[in-house]
T-cell receptor, first 114, second 115 residues
């Protein structure tokens, strides 16, 4: 069965600093990988995803994540964060052939301070 | 208007009461899901439905039931609510089809408190 581990439950950073949110997964088959973001008092929305092809994927607001099969990781990075990036970030995995059922990590709360 | 709506947005109820949470979507998606979110535990899948006649249990279905009344509507029921069902509940939808049908779209959530 698939599982997801987000190594940090909280990550506080200062504005304009770089950030990395770590995600490792476990699966016996090929996977699809996702990062979802939840802003305060809102539902989740897709930030970016890896399905196939280039292992580096980017979002429209400057985040990127790299699929590393050998390390079973999909870490999320941004070179310079803004106050508005404050949110909870969830890594999720879906095994190929599972009809896109998602298993979520426990979330990482990113707090960007001025 | 929001594509995925949930009602009510907040609900306080007592132990033993029956409660229904409703989800409606205007995205035309076949697939619908119910999750619960607990602090520090992330989201866990309760039930999912890939079309009107297809209902499947998720990882934590005990104490819950669902009804898919139409393509656009998917309700979650707690037959006899208990305090450990206090949580934030999310409905989500996704398309059916090829490899692009992976993205789930979430509603705003229902905060349920069971006293």
């Amino acid at each position: 069965a698939q599982s997801v581990t987000q190594l940090d439950s909280q990550v506080p950073v200062f504005e304009e600093a770089p950030v990395e949110l770590r995600c490792n997964y476990s699966s016996s088959v090929s996977v699809y990988l996702f990062w979802y973001v939840q802003y305060p008092n809102q539902g989740l929305q897709l930030l970016l995803k890896y399905l196939s092809g280039s292992t580096l994927v980017e979002s429209i607001n400057g985040f990127e994540a790299e699929f590393n099969k050998s390390q079973t990781s999909f870490h999320l990075r941004k070179p310079s964060v803004h106050i508005s990036d404050t949110a909870e970030y969830f890594c999720a995995v879906s095994e190929k052939g599972s009809n896109y059922k998602l298993t979520f990590g426990k979330g990482t709360l990113l707090t960007v301070n001025p | 208007d929001a594509d995925v709506t949930q009602t009510p947005r907040n609900r306080i109820t007592k132990t033993g009461k029956r409660i229904m949470l409703e989800c409606s979507q205007t995205k035309g998606h076949d697939r619908m899901y119910w999750y619960r979110q607990d602090p520090g535990l992330g989201l866990r899948l309760i039930y999912y439905s890939f079309d009107v006649k297809d209902i499947n249990k998720g990882e934590i279905s005990d104490g819950y039931s669902v009804s898919r009344q139409a393509q656009a509507k998917f309700s979650l029921s707690l037959e006899s609510a208990i305090p450990n069902q206090t949580a934030l509940y999310f409905c989500a939808t996704s398309e059916t089809g090829t490899e692009t049908t992976d993205t789930q779209y979430f509603g705003p959530g229902t905060r349920l408190t069971v006293l």
